[in-house]
């Protein structure tokens, strides 16, 4: 098993920069790709970004792309998400997650741990 810690969400004012962290424990990090996915308030957990095992590859979906980038220190045990450009539609609940395939999947039913969630806010 893994356990997944989040951290580096706030209140930040539209345009502004943030980056996620989540810290991993238990089995070999490096054994897994990760994901992000986030939720906001009355609606689903959704896909956010995803990268694979060894970070040489890395998945985003479409209204991100070009302002957060997803990447790990396998060293460290830990993947970042950093966020740029924040808009008041990225308000949500940032999950991270671990999905033991090789290429890491975008729906929620690929992945097999989760953490507890950090919470984003941005202000317009």
């Known amino acids: 098993q893994v356990q997944l810690v989040e951290s580096g969400g706030g209140l930040v004012q539209a345009g502004s920069s943030l980056r996620l962290s989540c810290a991993a424990s238990g089995r070999t990090f490096s054994s897994y790709a990760m994901g992000w996915f986030r939720q906001a308030p009355g609606k689903e957990r959704d896909f956010v970004a995803a990268?694979?095992?060894?970070?040489?590859?890395?998945y985003y979906t479409d209204s991100v792309k070009g302002r957060f980038t997803i990447s790990r220190n396998n060293a460290k045990n830990t993947v970042y998400l950093q966020m740029n450009s924040l808009k008041p539609e990225d308000t949500a609940v940032y999950y991270c997650?671990?999905?033991?395939?090789?290429?890491?999947?975008?729906?929620?039913?690929?992945?097999?741990?989760w953490g507890q969630g950090t919470q984003v806010t941005v202000s317009s």
């Open positions: 990268i694979t095992r060894s970070g040489g590859s890395t």
């Open positions: 997650a671990a999905d033991v395939s090789v290429i890491p999947g975008t729906s929620i039913t690929a992945y097999d741990y």
